[in-house]
């Protein structure tokens, strides 16, 4: 319908796009939240070049120690520009999923978009780690003096290494662990103990576990986000995840395998609870059975349990509770009888945390920093998504990717209050990471491919221009 004829038409701003308008104003939120984020990590990068008294990364110490632990702050690493022929092949996956992937989550069957996301998952993160060299890349990071193959000789029997564990946690005891070991409970140790046991010994097995495992968490994330009624939204979330940042620390550290193993007993219990196998409190059973182990593989997994529970308000089931507990419980009377009691070993490890590196790690820093080394792991399109995420409308209808990502920010607000997780959340986070990147398909379908973009650019930037580790 025309303007009444005696209505005055309104003139163009000069200068106006009509078209671009509208456009900017539909999602000027998601832009300036963009905006904000990318300032505050250039903040958080900056800072510790500074060389402030009262915002430091650090509390200075000798130039050894500020060269390892704060050179590149708030990420874990340090300065090494690096590139080789996997560079290239990083590019190449890239590339295809970039170009391809949006069009395989629409057309494939849903068991084959499976297979190719956990193929692309695996490919992309054997392809970063390998800019690094395959000795330094894929077996010397699993192999370093005070990693878990390192003390495998240490060991002794599984009976003793589980009955003797908690002794060894604090720092001035007889013969301590390592931090790296020290820092988790038995049952991360006991993973690669028990690899090199069947005869997997050596680091390209452990490394092997570790991606093969923390790589098929992509898959995790699509069954459960299907699992939860919408499977729509789980084809969109198949690139993402499949072309995610994390991937850098995936490659290779033994949080990929602990995200892994967090993933599945999630996915499984959101089967169960929506009663998509047949045999649905088995399936519950075995969610906690896993949910249960990662709690013995990593402290913080204790988290868990809020998005387990998220998992029941979505589908208004709580049966599942009671066999993924029985589950949890096997797991817990297991490690209780052979002799470790799962809060002596956190007690120790606060204490032992709080006395050491967590002392020169200022709160002040790192309750916000932290929140961007996350962000190089989820990608700057995963932190715009987790806005749309608290979307009333969507969580009013329990829908099951806007209900888990609320969830997991939830798991990440409450360890970075915490203050046990300071610094190296891009790698310690790795269990939650994977859910928020799954966020950035509630952008735009229209944008998607320059977000697969965005993020396949910043895994890259951050892998070819710091030495990360673990």
Request: aromatic fraction near 10%; charged fraction near 10%; glycine fraction near 10%.
């Amino acid at each position: 319908m025309g303007l009444p004829s005696h209505a005055p038409a309104v003139p163009p701003v000069v200068g106006e796009d009509p078209g671009a308008v509208p456009w900017l104003r539909r999602y000027r939120a998601d832009l300036i939240w963009a905006a904000f984020v990318v300032v505050l990590a250039v903040v958080a990068f900056v800072v510790p070049h500074l060389h402030l008294w009262w915002l430091t990364p650090l509390i200075p110490q000798d130039a050894v120690q500020n060269h390892a632990l704060a050179s590149t702050a708030p990420v874990l690493g340090v300065w090494l520009p690096h590139d080789n022929y996997a560079t290239l092949g990083s590019i190449g996956v890239a590339l295809v999923v970039i170009i391809g992937g949006p069009i395989a989550a629409r057309r494939l069957p849903w068991r084959p978009l499976l297979a190719f996301t956990w193929l692309a998952a695996t490919a992309w993160t054997v392809a970063l780690t390998l800019i690094d060299g395959p000795l330094r890349g894929w077996i010397g990071r699993v192999n370093g003096t005070g990693g878990y193959l390192a003390q495998i000789p240490r060991t002794g029997s599984v009976s003793s290494l589980i009955h003797g564990f908690a002794s060894r946690i604090p720092e001035h005891s007889a013969a301590p662990w390592d931090i790296s070991i020290a820092g988790d409970p038995p049952g991360a140790l006991l993973t690669f103990v028990g690899l090199d046991r069947v005869g997997f010994n050596g680091g390209w097995w452990a490394s092997a576990l570790c991606v093969a495992v923390g790589t098929s968490a992509a898959m995790a994330v699509l069954v459960a986000v299907r699992a939860l009624g919408d499977e729509a939204a789980a084809r969109r979330v198949a690139p993402f995840v499949a072309l995610a940042p994390l991937a850098v620390w995936v490659g290779v550290s033994a949080d990929g395998y602990f995200a892994g193993v967090a993933a599945w007993g999630i996915a499984l219990l959101a089967l169960a609870a929506t009663r998509s196998t047949p045999a649905s409190d088995v399936v519950a059973v075995a969610a906690g059975l896993l949910l249960g182990w990662s709690v013995f593989l990593d402290y913080g997994l204790i988290l868990l349990a809020i998005p387990a529970i998220a998992v029941v308000v979505a589908t208004g089931n709580a049966r599942p509770l009671i066999g993924g507990l029985s589950g949890a419980l096997v797991v817990a009377a297991f490690f209780t009888v052979q002799g470790f009691w799962w809060l002596d070993g956190l007690s120790l490890l606060r204490h032992r945390y709080y006395t050491g590196i967590a002392h020169y790690r200022p709160y002040s820093y790192w309750v916000w920093a932290n929140v961007v080394s996350l962000t190089c792991a989820i990608g700057i399109p995963a932190v715009v998504g987790l806005r749309r995420g608290f979307d009333r409308d969507a969580l009013r209808r329990r829908s099951g990717l806007e209900i888990l990502l609320v969830a997991f920010v939830a798991v990440v607000v409450a360890a970075d209050v915490s203050g046990l997780s300071k610094a190296e959340v891009e790698r310690i986070w790795l269990p939650f990471a994977v859910w928020l990147v799954a966020a950035a398909a509630l952008l735009p379908i229209r944008s998607h491919r320059v977000c697969l973009a965005l993020q396949a650019t910043g895994a890259l930037v951050i892998n070819s221009l710091l030495l990360t580790n673990w």
